[in-house]
């Protein structure tokens, strides 16, 4: 699933690092004990263990430096690259709960909202708020979906909500600020 979301440049950072470790690996397990049967031996023990400290470090040095894509990437290609970027903020629905990171107060301009339904039944996401642009609300997201809202957003207070009649009311409501 990891692999899907990452850019190719990443993927091929990831299989040249993978290719290293895997060959040195295989080489030192079947290879080498063939022709030297006491590999490493005495006076190789030191190096063939600082060898392999040394590719598992630089394979999980890959993982952290290419496994994740910046966010800032995607917003603006997006956005084509013009204009302030789109700011995506992960949502997460269940029942009767809107789930959101901690944002503190976001800066005016466009929002795209990832919103997955985490609960057992049928929710979606609208915002209410003071000049809200764009479409209000996305369409009913079945269990285990996902949908995005895109908005711009001025100063001042905004509460997201599920619309599905009397879900707002039993707490499916969430308040962001925006100055």
Known sequence: MLL???????????????????????????????????????????????????????????????????????????????????????????EFKIVLPALGTLPAGKVTFVVQNAGKIQHDLGVRGPAVAGTAKTPLISPGGSAKLTVSLEKGSYTLYCSVPGHEAAGMQAKLAVG
């Open 4 to 94: 899907a979301g990452l850019s190719s440049g990443h993927k091929i950072g990831l299989a040249v690092v993978a290719v290293v470790f895997i060959a040195f690996a295989l080489a030192s397990s079947f290879l080498a004990p063939r022709r030297r049967p006491d590999f490493p031996g005495k006076n190789g023990l030191s190096v063939f263990i600082i060898a392999s400290f040394v590719l598992f470090a630089a394979m999980l040095a890959a993982v952290e430096a290419f496994g994740g894509e910046s966010e800032e990437k995607p917003a603006k290609q997006a956005a084509g690259g013009e204009g302030p970027p789109v700011r995506t903020i992960r949502v997460r629905e269940s």
